[in-house]
């Protein structure tokens, strides 16, 4: 089993930046990935971003793309996801997830149910 717990999240001003850290333990494995979901009161959760295991491949949803950025360091099952210019309706509770993906018809890195991994999360707030 791999444990993921999430770090970095708290209150910041519209525009301001945040830095998220997934901190993993347990098995690694190849061919995995990592990603970033999110949640806010009464919404469905929803993809934010995700990292294949080489790195090599990155997903963004269209509403944070060009101010988010994950990066990872897989051997250490870590991943990090930097937020930039925040807006308040990045409000929600951030979790990071770990998958062993293998990318075929069917499957997509954009699919919470692909994630056989999940941290608790950790809350963002962004104030107007």
């Known amino acids: 089993q791999v444990q993921l717990v999430e770090s970095g999240g708290g209150l910041v001003q519209a525009g301001g930046s945040l830095r998220l850290s997934c901190a993993g333990s347990?098995?690694?494995?190849?061919?995995?990935?990592m990603a970033w979901f999110r949640q806010a009161p009464g919404k469905d959760r929803e993809f934010v971003s995700a990292?294949?295991?080489?790195?090599?491949?990155?997903y963004y949803a269209v509403s944070v793309k060009g101010r988010f950025t994950i990066s990872g360091d897989f051997a250490k099952i870590t991943v990090y996801l930097q937020m930039n210019r925040l807006k308040p309706e990045d409000t929600a509770v951030y979790y990071c997830?770990?998958?062993?993906?293998?990318?075929?018809?069917?499957?997509?890195?954009?699919?919470?149910?692909?994630?056989?991994?999940w941290g608790k999360g950790t809350q963002v707030t962004v104030s107007s």
């Open positions: 990292i294949s295991w080489s790195g090599s491949s990155t």
């Open positions: 997830a770990a998958g062993h993906l293998i990318l075929r018809p069917g499957v997509s890195p954009r699919e919470y149910r692909e994630y056989d991994y």
């Open positions: 347990g098995r690694t494995f190849s061919n995995y990935y």
